[in-house]
Structures are given as C-alpha cells and as structure tokens.
T-cell receptor, first 116, second 115 residues
C-alpha cells in the first residue's frame, strides 16, 4: 500500500516551453502533497507544499509563477514548469501524506526533466 | 537553524561487512527522525523512523538505527551489507508539531559495496 506514482518519468523539452508533471497517490487519499527538487549528488530541497483545494505554499526562493502547482483532488497534484530554461533541468520528486493520518510521507519515483 | 548533517559523503564497504552511516541534527526539540534510501534514478524509500519509545528502531532490509538524544544523533546500521544495498542514503528530520509537515534532509551518503 501507500504507492505514489509520477508521470512522466523522464521528459525532454525545449527552452521556453512548459511541461507538466503529475503526482498521483494510487491507493490512498492524500491531504498534503509535497514537491521536491534534487540536484545531481545533492539532497532534496522542498519547493512547495500543496493541500487539496487550496493554494500551494512555496518555500523561500521558489518562483510561484514559474512552478505552478495544482492539487485538484485528493489523489492528484501537478507541477507545471512554465517557460522552462536549461537551469530548470533537475530531478523532481513528489511525496504525499495520507488522509488517514500519520506523519509519514510516501515518495514518488521522481521525474527527470531536461531542458534543451 | 534546523539542519541535518551526514558527515560521510561516500562510504565503501565490502559485501558482508558491517555498516554505520552517521546522522546528526540540530533542532529546537527532539524531532521525528527518518532514514530513506534512494537507488539511482529512483524516488525515496523509507527504511525506518523514530517517533518515540525504544531508541533502537528496526527497519526494512535488515537496517536499524539508534537515537541518541545526548549526541543529537540517529545513526543507521546494518550488521552485514549486501551488494544490493549500494545506494544513496538520506537522513531526515521533521517537527513534532502539526502545523508544519516539512522534512529537512541531510546531504546524503553514497554507499558503494564491493564483492
């Protein structure tokens, strides 16, 4: 149980275009979903926290207009990287907390974004 | 400031040898403590967690960790490493309050296992 999926697993896009990454909780309802960014050989940096039906809370230094987060349902959150640039290339990981309670975050497998 | 330190960036061990990965944290109060493992190109899998009670916690894949309040440490151990344990290991802490869920991750320790 507690499986989180991400789609796509890998995406290559051209500079200036937008790309959407989906995060789904497959067998549970998620009150809160988190989006992390991981640079090569670096730790995970929390970008934003999203709760179903409300606006996401962004961490300091993360551009809200560039990284659009939508948490439209209890099983789906999306991250849209708008007007992508090569420096946005990274590994993006989402996690989710269960509506059933508990402190644990369940992580998705990640999405590798490459902007050319 | 809240932080997590994993002093060892890279560790190499022989298969069958014992393993200890270090984790120290700086926090206002005792946080919740976690160890995650990440295989190349993959997401994170929870190995174990400490919330309260027995300070020696058992996890999956034969891992255990010991919380030492006096040392602000939560070191991960395994008595006999398998080649499949080669991965990146992250220690993380989270607050004991419910008004925030943010996890703070260490920089990770890359484990390499030689046959």
């Amino acid at each position: 149980g507690a499986v989180v999926s991400q789609h796509p697993s890998r995406v290559i896009c051209k500079s200036g275009t937008s790309v959407k990454i989906e995060c789904r909780s497959l067998d549970f309802q998620a009150t809160t979903m988190f989006w992390y960014r991981q640079f090569p050989k670096k730790s995970l940096m929390l970008m934003a926290t999203s709760n179903e039906g409300s606006k996401a809370t962004y961490e300091q230094g993360v551009e809200k207009d560039k990284f659009l987060i939508n948490h439209a349902s209890l099983t789906l959150s999306t991250l849209t990287v708008t007007s992508a640039h090569p420096e946005d290339s990274s590994f993006y990981i989402c996690s989710a907390k269960s509506l059933a309670g508990g402190y644990e975050q369940y992580f998705g497998p990640g999405t590798r974004l490459t902007v050319t | 400031a809240q932080s997590v330190t994993q002093p060892d960036i890279h560790i190499t061990v022989s298969e069958g040898a014992s393993l200890e990965l270090r984790c120290n944290y700086s926090y206002g109060a005792t946080p919740y403590l976690f160890w995650y493992v990440q295989s190349p190109g993959q997401g994170l899998q929870l190995l174990l967690k400490y919330f309260s009670g027995d300070t020696l916690v058992q996890g999956i894949k034969g891992f255990e960790a010991e919380f030492k309040r006096s040392q602000s440490s939560f070191n991960l151990r395994k008595p006999s490493v398998h080649w499949s344990d080669a991965a990146e290991y992250f220690c993380a802490v989270g607050p004991r309050t419910y008004n925030t869920d943010k996890l703070i991750f260490g920089t990770g320790t890359r484990l390499q296992v030689f046959p």
